[in-house]
């Protein structure tokens, strides 16, 4: 089978590989149906994390299941299937707590490093994948869903759960005011989350029209092109002097976060999920004068799939609207090269 493989440095390949296949009476193969390549994807592929051997990489994508392990009780083959980016077990304290993503049995796919039970994991931009914890990590739609809706199943594998994971880390309320800072595709699903949660006014921050645009159709009321200081200060203004109530922290850098929490009015609060890079510390000071909060973290896709999941199948939302590019497997590469570049939102692969 093909499955893609980072090397180094916007280093990337699609290669043969090992068959999948079930190592676990848990597992399930589970054939692509669509993937895609995440903002923090780019990470590895700029060199701002290292990859010091070559390695699968990839975390979000559904399918069909073909295989499943004598075990599994809960997908069966031939359903059609979302896979969240981490996996779990469903039966641990943590995933009863609903934070999967730190399950006693679970890791990442494509995360270049085996699992908390120390065996291999797969990366997802490949043609097959094979699912461990497959009861708890899997959830299955009702029936096969129409090729137009698989871009919007794709999101609820990470992108759309982890801009809803920001409103609600965040504590977006009906009628309440939000701020998101970050442009790319979790920062969009965050302003689609924020609406759906019944924000009355939702403020992005974004210098590009593309993606200006599409923040105003997923609900955005306003949009302010300015960064920092600069940014934060555009936004007090246009809120009346006090900030926003909530503020979607989607980047993960020094400045986005510095961004997002002089956003926030006093007793507001800051829902952060962009993978942080830097080494600065939050200015505790102002946030101790402000009783401004922070609370986030890696999503737990698991726990908000069902409810996200009947949104999309019901129409309510459509957030594969973010992939604006579509690429055949084969041309991973350049898949990698459009985000990279800013040619693309979010970039889809079809085997």
Known sequence: MRATLIHGPRDIRLEEVPDATILEPTDAIVR???ACVCGSDLW??????ETPEPSRIGHEFVGVVEEVGADVRTVKPGQFVIAPFVFSDGTCVHCHNGIHT???SGGVFGAGRPGRTGRP??????EWVTVPQADGT???TPETPDDAMIPSLLTLSDVMATGHHAAVAARVREGGTVAVVGDGAVGLSGVLAARRLGAERIVAFSRHDDRAALAREFGATDVIAGRGKEGAKEL???LGGIGADAVLECVGTEESMGQAIASTRPGGMVGYVGVPHGEGGLPLDRMFGTNVGVAG???PARQYLPELLEDVLNGAIDPGRVFDRSFALADVADAYTAMDERTAIKSLLRP
């Open 32 to 34: 692509v149906v669509a």
């Open 44 to 49: 590895p592929y700029r060199g701002v994390k």
């Open 102 to 104: 730190s399950c006693v």
């Open 121 to 126: 994991v797969d990366g997802c931009q490949a």
């Open 138 to 140: 899997l959830v299955a």
């Open 236 to 238: 007090k203004e246009l």
């Open 297 to 299: 973290g890696v999503a």
